[in-house]
């Protein structure tokens, strides 16, 4: 899709006033001038055509630059367009050399400099186009979080987020119009928000864990009872070994065959904001089960409800897999092991003689390490306290 030129210039709340004189002239000198109604609203009116943005935008934009080929094409984004923003989007399509991107100051940065944050120690969290539970993972005592909103309702959302984890008392700061003639700033407890508020707005949250507030860490190995289940999930200590086998990287995809109750590839998801779970679960009812840990935990995972091998057809291709249910299917971790990147990491969970048995078939032929993991738990023998062994657990993991 071959074009004269396009230059993305960034615009804050404060409009044209706020724009560089190098920004002011790419406006000027466009022949098409793309954006939102709201961004193209913010600078005077120009020669250039305007063309707003259809929806869904993802779909349509290939086709708009291929209509206005060989016209110089200026696109209106909103502060930062590296940022969560259109930039990103315009460079991936036709390249880094042949866009040219003039930001203006993120939200980000004027929300940290309003608030007196050093930006290099606070969490950034997007909900453009995300559930409000994807705030979850990030709701750590004393954490400072930024939260981009997705419109007026964010705030309130995020509010009852934090009064429902045991964090009423986190300090809430919304942040609206930064920047602009309207720039307006509240803050308010979590417990205690209740303000209507302008669509263009930042959250700024102190987190503030109240006594009765469940500590959910990032790291492997949420409790048991952080999840519903019937009873098909990874234990916690067994879980925490899995996962350390199947080395959770930013940026990577995993499988997790036989999902269950979603705790391997929600607590691979929860490692960091980049990574993606994808869990394939043949039962309806603990499909959605799956879905209610995903949402109460904040993770980014996608549920297929499907027998595997069968349902793996078609999938992205993985970086690493778990199979904790099926594994003896005939054809399962033959198809596990072909979708495998190289590099990528495969681990399977066995508790009864037949899976050992595959376990041990698959070991012989590619190797790996293997681990066969008890676990004890304390309980009550009448008025005193004694030990109770799990079912232990064999654990194959290999790299490709």
């Known amino acids: 899709m071959p074009t004269e030129g396009v230059t993305v210039v960034g615009v804050g709340a404060d409009g044209w006033d706020g724009l560089s004189s190098a920004a002011r002239s790419a406006v000027q000198a466009a022949d098409v001038l793309m954006g939102s109604a709201r961004q193209l609203a913010l600078v005077p009116t120009?020669?250039?055509?305007?063309?707003?943005?259809?929806?869904?935008?993802?779909?349509?934009?290939?086709?708009?630059?291929?209509?206005?080929?060989?016209?110089?094409?200026?696109v209106l984004a909103s502060g930062d367009p590296m940022f969560h923003g259109i930039g990103t989007t315009m460079t991936r399509l036709l390249g880094a050399d042949t866009v040219r991107v003039i930001p203006h100051p993120s939200s980000v940065s004027l929300?940290?400099?309003?608030?007196g944050w050093p930006q290099d120690q606070v969490q950034v969290v997007s909900l453009v186009g995300h559930p409000v539970e994807r705030v979850h993972p990030h709701v750590q005592p004393g954490r400072r979080l930024l939260i981009l909103s997705w419109g007026a309702h964010t705030p309130t959302e995020v509010a009852a987020l934090l009064v429902a984890r045991g964090y009423g008392s986190s300090e809430l700061t919304v942040l609206e119009q930064l920047g602009g003639?309207?720039?307006?700033?509240?803050?308010?407890a979590a417990s205690e928000w209740s303000y209507d508020v302008d669509a263009l707005n930042v959250i700024g949250v102190v987190c503030r864990a109240g006594a009765d507030a469940t500590l959910l860490s990032t790291a492997p190995g949420l409790p048991d009872a952080a999840y519903e289940s019937d009873g098909q999930l990874t234990k916690r200590e067994v879980r925490a070994v899995t996962l350390s086998r199947l080395a959770p990287v930013p940026g990577q995809l995993l499988w997790d065959v036989g999902g269950g109750a979603g705790s391997i590839a929600i607590e691979w998801s929860r490692h960091h904001s980049t990574c993606r779970a994808i869990a394939i679960e043949r039962d309806q009812d603990r499909a959605?089960?799956?879905d209610r840990n995903v949402a109460n935990l904040g993770a980014a995972v996608t549920t297929v409800v499907g027998a595997a091998?069968?349902?793996l057809d078609g999938l992205e291709t993985p970086d690493a897999i778990f199979i904790g249910g099926g594994a003896t299917v005939p054809g399962m971790v033959d198809a596990c092991w072909n979708a495998l990147r190289p590099g990528g990491r495969?681990?399977?969970?066995?508790?009864?003689?037949?899976?050992?048995?595959?376990?041990?078939?698959?070991?012989?032929?590619?190797?790996?390490?293997?681990?066969?993991?008890?676990v004890q738990r304390a309980s009550a023998v009448g008025t005193m306290t004694g030990w109770?062994?799990?079912?232990?657990?064999?654990?194959?993991?290999?790299t490709k």
């Open 111 to 115: 929300a940290c400099a309003r608030l």
């Open 46 to 74: 120009v020669d250039a055509e305007r063309v707003k943005w259809p929806s869904p935008l993802s779909e349509a934009l290939p086709g708009l630059l291929s209509e206005h080929a060989g016209r110089q094409i200026c």
């Open 288 to 290: 959605k089960r799956l």
């Open 309 to 311: 091998p069968a349902a």
């Open 181 to 188: 003639p309207s720039e307006r700033v509240r803050t308010a």
């Open 388 to 398: 109770r062994p799990a079912m232990p657990v064999t654990i194959w993991s290999v």
């Open 346 to 374: 495969l681990v399977l969970n066995g508790v009864t003689l037949e899976t050992e048995a595959l376990i041990a078939k698959w070991y012989g032929e590619l190797g790996g390490d293997l681990v066969r993991l008890d």
